[in-house]
Structures are given as C-alpha cells and as structure tokens.
C-alpha cells in the first residue's frame, strides 16, 4: 500500500466513485471548483499529454502534424471541445538516430523521464501519466477526450514574468484534501513553440518542445526534478523559480526561434502504488507570448 493517508484514500474512494510583453507579468490558474457529495472542494482538471518523438523518426512527422492540426483553430480537425484542457509536452529523444539538437541541447531530464515510462519507441503519448496512449493522434485525442474535466482536489496557481531570456515568479499548488507523507510531486517545465528547423524526417515547425525542469534539487550528485507535495487539507505549497536560457538556445545554427515562444507547465504527478501510480491530478500552463 503507498503511504497516502487513510483519510485521503477514503476521499479518492468517494471522489471517484460517487501571457505578456517582455517585461511585464501573466497569471495562470485552474478553475471551475464544485463541491462533491462530501462537501469538498474539488477542480476541474486540465489534461497533461506527454510526447516522446525525434526529428529523426520518420513515423513521427505525420502524428505530430495531425496533433498539430488538432490543436490549430483554423484548422477543420481543430478539437474545439478539448483544445483549452489540453497541455501537451514534447520530449525529443535520441534514436531512431542521433542528432536532434533538442535532446542534444539537455539530455538528462529527457533520459530521466524516458526510463520513468518506459517508452520503448516513438512516437509514444501518456495521457495524464498512467494512460499508456501509443503512437497515433487518433488515439490521443479519444484519450483526451475521455479525461477531460475530471475531478481533482488540486488547484495550480501560476505567476510569472519574462525579462529578455530570463523567467521567475512562482507556481502555487493546493490540495484541498489531506496528502501528508504522500508520493505527490510538483514537476515544472519550461517548453518553446513554434521554433523552425528543417529535420531529417521533413518536419518544420516544432512546438510544445521540452527544454528544461526548474523544479527539483541536485544533493551531493543526487540529482531530482521534482518537489515533493506534503500537504494537509486545504494546504499550499508555493515553488519559486527564477531561471535564464541560454541565448545560444539549442546549440544549432539550423533552428531559429523566438524569446517570445517560452512557455511553463507545471503537474502534479502522483508517484506511488495502484492503478493511480504515475496519474497526473492537475497541470497548468503559463505562455509568455
């Protein structure tokens, strides 16, 4: 049994069952509370849909350009129902070749969460963590869709501000349950759209691209990239971040983008035992465009 509390796993029983200028600031939080049959505060929570791919997988391009199209409201595929719950986040990895100047620019984060899931190929999606989703866009949006809005006792709170290449503020998390000694986590990533790059498999315009965690802590080597969640009910947790990217952003002269395009997504993962173990409760996400 995982270490949750007993109140709280009484809670999932009956919960189950029953963006600016440079210089300038932008907020960002879930909303649409409700109260459930035991009269707690619950939140509608927004879908987290982690990709693996590479520019150098061929399968890779006509998936990622379906989701694209999915997620474009001039498109005539665009996901009206899903497209504002939906934060999607792209790991590049490194086969089937090397050579991806996303992954190569900061491998370990990606390597980190590539061995969490076990990937095993690309492209290959997690919908809200413990859904194993595969490898078609067909199959990602009907898997969105069938997690929109579902309850969740986590509210993510996002402040933040850009200064040329450097982004701080804060990320707020709270629970209105009791997850005291619990296997929680609080991921914060920061991700670009909208970059241009000729790659091997013909792909041109990458978004919702995976640069770097600014949670976590390195101990003596002992590197992690989340902070762990030990709140009491209707308890926060606040995470301040103050992070700068290298101009020289992704180290390869073949790309070009915008300082504009920076993004954070913060989640909240649950990281324990049962058919919750690797569920993400809540995501948020906060554009600096």
């Known amino acids: 049994m995982s270490s949750i509390s007993k109140n709280f796993i009484l809670f999932i029983l009956v919960f189950f069952l029953g963006c600016s200028n440079e210089g300038s600031s932008v907020t960002a939080t879930t909303g649409n509370t409700n109260e459930n049959g035991q009269g707690a505060i619950t939140y509608d929570s927004k879908i987290l849909m982690e990709l693996f791919t590479s520019t150098t997988c061929g399968p890779c391009l006509p998936q990622n350009t379906t989701l694209n199209r999915y997620l474009d409201p001039t498109s005539n595929v665009y996901a009206g129902d899903l497209a504002d719950e939906w934060i999607v986040l792209r790991y590049h990895v490194w086969w089937p070749s090397a050579g991806d100047p996303y992954y190569d620019w900061n491998q370990a984060p990606v390597i980190n969460r590539e061995g969490y899931y076990s990937v095993g190929f690309v492209p290959h999606m997690y919908t809200k963590g413990n859904v194993d989703s595969g490898g078609t866009a067909a199959t990602w949006r009907a898997n969105a869709r069938a997690v929109v809005n579902e309850p969740t006792i ?15 503020g804060n990320v707020k998390v709270t629970s209105t349950a009791d997850v005291a000694s619990s296997d929680f986590k609080l991921y914060i990533a920061v991700t670009h759209d909208n970059s241009q790059y000729n790659a091997p498999n013909g792909q041109t315009v990458f978004d919702q691209t995976f640069i770097d965690f600014v949670s976590g802590s390195n101990t003596d080597g002992n590197i992690v990239y989340y902070e762990q969640l030990n709140l009491g009910a209707n308890q926060s947790f606040t995470k301040n971040f103050n992070w700068t990217l290298d101009s020289s952003w992704p180290n390869d002269s073949a790309v070009s983008w915008s300082i504009n395009d920076l993004n954070i997504v913060a989640f909240v993962q649950f990281d324990g035992a049962g058919t919750n173990n690797k569920k993400v409760f809540q995501v948020e996400a906060l554009a600096f465009d």
Do not use: E, H, T, V
């Open 154 to 168: 986590f509210k993510i709170d996002i402040d933040g501000a850009r200064n040329g290449f450097n982004l701080s």
